[in-house]
């Protein structure tokens, strides 16, 4: 194999690249109307009331927990298999933090989510906010944390940087009908890319007023006559310099055309893994992922205790081969910023986790025979290093 195959990457057209180019030759590289017509275009899409689109997901994290009125010494919670930005957007704010493990979904576990509520009412240490992650795109129990957001009192902001496209129950992942905003992430190895950028959806149209004066650095035009006084604005909150521009946006117009296209591909991708992919040594995902996922990942879980090279090892065997994988993610209770906040010590099922999942090649252009060498060659390096 002459090409490198990478676990994700970027499917741009002539389309896409006809958008931006009308852009670069208008007048409006910024604050235009493409930006505009890309929210309405999310806001169809996802079933959502109101959208507000951001430089990337880092920043709409930020500004979604401080839309919610989160403030220092307020706590925030999230799954310990996520990126990092999960829980720095409350860390950036002052707030603190603390962590729940996962299950066998990959996603946070419910049950122990539970049990840590309980005893952190005890303790009067309840989280304000829960961010609730959608891992590779498969939507967490939504269902039953709304449930128990209602007994505990705590927002939830949906990080479904992986689950544009993805479904929950019938509904939209960012349709926000078990929590109070959705964040999106459009980075190149997502599921549609503005090369950076990000979106929130929420159906509160007092929170959407709110990321809009973060998003503009608190600027605030209302009660302005803007005929009588058109360079005149107050600022009335602390806020950030996090919108899109019209490029970015530009390019998601063209992107999020082909959403629906793009996930029915890589079903084909995921079936084929589904039926060809099957070795003692693997473990695949709940097929679960077909229906409800809009399949940004791919994670298989390798049993390395039955072989006698270690996921590194693995890895860098791959890589010989021209094929990239990835591992999503490192548990963030490994970290050194974050140890000093985590009540709880034990992450069974993250270190399980950790030590046996990769990312493998799932992405539109990934075709037939790109596929079925990945499929080879890796069930071909794990038969020969079985362990006897």
């Not at 360079?231 to 946006?249: A, H």
């Not at 992450?347 to 990945?374: C, G, R, W």
Request: aromatic residues 8%.
């Amino acid at each position: 194999m002459k090409k490198i195959l990478n676990y994700s990457t970027q499917t741009i057209n002539q389309n896409d690249l006809n958008n931006v180019l009308k852009v670069l030759k208008s007048k409006f590289l910024t604050k235009g109307k493409v930006t505009e017509d890309f929210e309405k275009k999310i806001k169809s899409y996802c079933k959502s009331k109101y959208v507000c689109a951001t430089i990337n997901a880092s920043s709409s994290l930020i500004i979604a927990c401080k839309a919610l009125g989160l403030q220092k010494g307020d706590f925030v919670w999230t799954s310990n298999i996520t990126y990092i930005a999960s829980i720095n957007c409350a860390l950036h704010l002052g707030a603190k933090i603390d962590l729940v493990d996962i299950d066998d979904s990959n996603n946070i576990s419910v049950i122990d989510l539970e049990k840590k509520l309980k005893v952190a009412k005890l303790n009067k240490k309840l989280p304000k906010i829960i961010v609730a992650v959608h891992l590779s795109g498969l939507p967490c129990n939504l269902k039953r944390i709304r449930q128990l957001s209602k007994i505990y009192h705590f927002k939830i902001i949906e990080d479904a940087s992986h689950a544009f496209g993805s479904k929950y129950k019938k509904s939209m992942i960012g349709s926000n009908r078990y929590s109070d905003l959705s964040v999106f992430s459009f980075h190149p190895v997502k599921n549609i890319t503005t090369a950076e950028g990000s979106a929130i959806t929420t159906n509160n149209i007092d929170i959407h007023k709110k990321l809009l004066l973060l998003r503009e650095n608190g600027q605030d035009f209302n009660k302005i006559n803007k005929l009588k006084f058109p360079t005149k604005y107050n600022i009335t909150l602390l806020g950030y310099n996090f919108r899109i521009n019209e490029i970015n946006s530009s390019l998601g117009i063209s992107q999020i055309k082909k959403t629906n296209k793009f996930i029915n591909q890589k079903k084909i991708i995921a079936k084929k893994y589904f039926k060809e992919l099957i070795l003692p040594e693997i473990n695949l995902p709940n097929k679960d992922i077909l229906s409800q996922s809009a399949l940004h990942l791919f994670i298989i879980k390798i049993n390395f205790k039955m072989l006698n090279i270690n996921k590194y090892e693995l890895i860098n065997k791959l890589k010989k081969k021209k094929i990239i994988v990835n591992c999503h993610y490192i548990p963030l209770s490994k970290f050194k910023i974050l140890k000093k906040f985590i009540s709880n010590k034990k992450f069974d099922n993250s270190e399980k986790y950790y030590k046996e999942a990769i990312s493998i090649p799932m992405y539109p252009k990934l075709n037939h025979a790109e596929q079925t060498y990945v499929i080879k060659t890796l069930k071909n390096i794990i038969k020969r290093n079985r362990k006897k």
